[in-house]
Structure formats: C-alpha cells, structure tokens
C-alpha cells in the first residue's frame, strides 16, 4: 500500500521511474546487443494520452529501439503510440493531423468492446461465441463488455434477464487435462504473428491471468495459414496495428475463438505471478527471448524502412 502510495506522488513517482529504468537498462544490454540492429537514431515516440508503464513490452521494446519516450503532445515528436488503457477512446484531433503525415500506431482503434469484437469476428470467421441467455439451453460463459474487468463465469441458462452490460457466450473446451486449460496469448504486429504463448492456467482459476508454465511457440505450430490471415483480417477491422489478442480452440469442433484484444498489453504473462511470488512461469532464458523476438518484430514492421 505505501509503495502505491509513494508511487501517485509525481516527484517520487520520477525518481521511481529513473531508478527502474537504470536497472533493466542494465538486464537488457544483452538482448540489445543479439539484436545486431544498425545504429539506431535517437527518436522521440509520444505516448498519448497515458504514460506507459516500465512492465509493459512495448516499454522495453522502446527502450531497446532507442526511442525516447515522451506524454507531452505539445512536444516534438518522430511517431505517435496511442496508448489508453479503456474500452472505448477517441484520438485527439491534433493527432489525427499529426497521422497524415506521420506514424501513428492503434491512433484508430477506438473500440475494443466484447461486443464490437463478436460481430468483428463473425464477418472475418464466418461464425461467432454469442449466444441468445434466453433462449439457450445449458451452460453459458457471462462476462463484462468493457476488457480487463474479470467478471467470467459459467452460468446456466436460459435466464430471466440478460444483463446490458455483459456479453454472453458458448463455453469453449480448451481444456487440456484435469489440472489445465490451453490459452493462447498472440502479439500482433501489422499483419504479422512473431510467435504464439502457449499458456497453460490452473482449470481451478480459467479466468485469470496467472498462467503456471508459458512456452513460446512458432506461429505455424499452433494456427493454420487461413486462421493466421483471418486473425490478421481482423486486427485491421478492429484498427489494431499493435496489440494481443487471446485466442482458444475448441476441442469440441477444432476452430480458434478469438475471446479478447488488448491494445495496450500490460505485461508479459506470468508477470502477476512472478511478481506476487517469485515463480517464474517461463522457461529458463525464454522471457528474454520474447522480449528479443517483439523487439525485432517492431523494428522490422515499424521502423526498417523509415
């Protein structure tokens, strides 16, 4: 609670800040020498309307990428990352001129709702998760509209009454033996996957976010060509040019569901468990290696041509 408190305090908050970004400067020397990039120019990236927080991958991939970063939009800047951790946004109109020109990255991306992404889906996919809770007979997955609430639960319907605020969907089976669930975790890139999480979440707690053991995967191991074009398909109807989604397949017909976008992920998984308990959920050298991958991912699809 104090280090909260210490941290709302923007002079301490600096300070903080600073001191982190010294520390993991230091862990990532590594990764930024594997890279083998050219020398990069000092670039200025604003951050808008938010601050971004030093856990997050686009953080490090900044860092790594020698882009300073800055919130002021009154500054002078190279490119812009829209980045408002919310449902629902709307770009500021000096930077919808700043776009015509510039880069922008997720400046458009103004709606990630559950609902938004259902109809989205249907029309890339040819099929959707929602459900009509009043008519449908079994057990059906309620949860919010508005992303990063974690209010899912299986509930049995019909009901009386849906709720206007939550989404109801078919209860996918992912899992995978009487102890796990399989999510997958896929950062996107303009129209590319680098690689696939394959996490693996205690049956117990399928709703959450603290996986136990997460392996990176080649994209190619875990989705065909068609579903790699239509998640891509989608992103760009969803205007998401950077994000993550999290996708699961069905064992009961075989096909992927994506269930949520995320265009400002917050962590690499298994942070909230290695940061609660000290355990780490990948392998040894394979969190590194995420980082190394996204950051090249960025490079290549953002920044080799500008």
Not at 17 to 22: A, E
Not at 226 to 241: F, G, P, S, Y
Request: proline share 5%.
């Amino acid at each position: 609670m104090l280090r909260r408190y210490i941290y709302d305090i923007p002079f301490f908050r600096y300070i903080i800040k600073v001191y982190i970004t010294w520390i993991k400067g230091k862990t990532l020397k590594p990764i930024i020498k594997k890279l083998n990039l050219p020398n990069l120019p000092l670039r200025k990236v604003l951050v808008y309307p938010s601050d971004m927080r030093t856990r997050t991958p686009m953080w490090y991939i900044c860092y790594m990428l020698n882009m300073k970063i800055t919130t002021n939009i009154d500054d002078q800047y190279d490119m812009v990352i829209h980045w408002y951790d919310s449902t629902f946004k709307q770009p500021n109109h000096k930077l919808v001129e700043f776009a015509k020109n510039h880069q922008t990255i997720n400046l458009f991306s103004t709606d990630i709702s559950k609902k938004r992404l259902d109809i989205l889906f249907k029309e890339v996919f040819g099929y959707n998760t929602e459900i009509d809770p009043l008519l449908y007979q079994g057990q059906v997955l309620e949860k919010g509209n508005i992303n990063a609430k974690k209010s899912a639960k299986i509930i049995q319907c019909p009901v009386q009454q849906k709720k206007e605020d939550c989404v109801y969907q078919i209860v996918i089976d992912n899992q995978y033996d009487d102890n796990y669930v399989i999510d997958y975790r896929v950062p996107i890139f303009k129209d590319s996957i680098p690689f696939v999480y394959k996490k693996f979440i205690p049956l117990k707690a399928r709703f959450s976010s603290m996986p136990d053991k997460v392996f990176i995967k080649e994209t190619e191991e875990i989705f065909n060509k068609e579903e790699v074009d239509n998640i891509i398909k989608l992103c760009q109807a969803m205007n998401v040019e950077y994000g993550e989604l999290d996708v699961l397949r069905n064992k009961t017909d075989n096909k992927i569901y994506v269930v949520d976008v995320n265009d400002t992920p917050g962590a690499l998984p298994g942070y909230r468990k290695l940061y609660e308990t000290g355990i780490e959920s990948f392998e040894e050298g394979k969190r590194e290696e995420a980082l190394f991958r996204l950051t090249k991912a960025f490079y290549e699809k953002f920044l080799a041509n500008k």
